[in-house]
């Protein structure tokens, strides 16, 4: 299996957008470590056609580099199927799936060569999010595919899910603020023992960073890694707050060394390596991706 790259906040680029050319070859938004360039919901149906002619010129731009990843968001398995064969396409790291259902993902990833060496991020965000037996038949579906290890993570559709309940996130609300805060939970509870790592939601007010800030706190407190980003301000503020404390981090370290014994104390705390070396690992990725306080 694949060591799965840290993300961190991924920022979406509408594939309409007028520098996308120059995003792509790394003249703008170069230092944001995540883009999703997408085909989606950012594209309004009328104009789908000239944004898969701006993506695919920039897709010829598009040079890897370094601990930096660039995902398309296909809007549908026949946008996936046309995307895969483009000049370009192996540049990009991998390919947001939405509206993934236990119903079509099997559409999607028949859209791809069995050698295809893209990641793929699911995003949940149907009605049937809503129902925990759909959801956990999903899970044991894509936990017993052939392409399972293809899945980087998934991701939640929050503004989608709040459409299906003809709602918008209240300015000065997190998203666990609403009735799609408990969805979150069970969700975290349905994928992430099955080894799946989740996303969170987008945060659509991006002059609100006090209400941001709440809503990132209970993100790491759900599980989530990573955040969708709307905003190129959004990302750094995001990052900073996956920066890992000193003492967690020693805390880690100490819970991970071979010769820790069965419970110990530790800045008043009790550790227990056998019930908390998944806690440290976590720690480790993102001080080693994010740095620490």
């Known amino acids: 299996m694949r060591s799965k790259p840290q993300l961190g906040a991924s920022l979406y680029v509408p594939a309409t957008h007028p520098d996308l050319v120059a995003i792509a070859a790394g003249e703008k938004l170069a230092d944001i470590r995540s883009l999703i360039f997408c085909t989606e919901d950012a594209v309004a149906d009328a104009d789908l056609s000239r944004a898969l002619k701006n993506l695919q010129v920039a897709l010829r731009q598009l040079r890897p580099r370094d601990g930096y990843f660039r995902f398309v968001r296909a809007r549908s398995p026949a946008i996936l199927g046309h995307l895969i064969s483009r000049p370009g396409i192996d540049a990009v790291d991998g390919f947001v799936l939405p509206k993934v259902t236990a119903d079509n993902i099997e559409h999607y990833m028949g859209q791809m060569p069995a050698t295809s060496r893209h990641w793929v991020m699911p995003t949940l965000e149907t009605r049937e999010v809503f ?15 052939p392409w399972r290890d293809r899945i980087h993570s998934l991701r939640i559709g929050g503004n989608d899910l709040l459409s ?9 609300r997190t998203i666990y603020e609403t009735p799609v805060g408990h969805v979150i939970a069970r969700l975290a509870t349905t994928f992430i023992p099955y080894g799946f790592s989740l996303s969170a939601p987008v ?20 599980g989530l890694v990573g955040k969708t980003a709307i905003h190129p ?35 008043q705390s009790m550790c227990e390596p056998a019930t908390h070396r998944p806690w440290a690992r976590s720690i480790l990725d993102a001080a080693r991706c994010f740095g620490c306080n």
């Open 131 to 145: 129902q925990d037996a759909d959801m956990q038949y999903l899970v044991r579906l894509m936990d017993a595919a």
């Open 203 to 222: 945060f659509e007010h991006f002059d609100d960073t006090e209400t941001l800030g709440r809503e990132i706190e209970v993100d790491l407190n759900h």
């Open 164 to 172: 299906l309940l003809h709602m918008r996130r209240p300015r000065g």
């Open 233 to 267: 301000t959004q990302v750094p503020f995001i990052e900073n707050h996956y920066r890992v404390d000193q003492k967690d981090l020693e805390t880690a370290l100490r819970i991970l060394n071979h010769d820790a014994p069965g419970v110990f104390k530790l800045h």
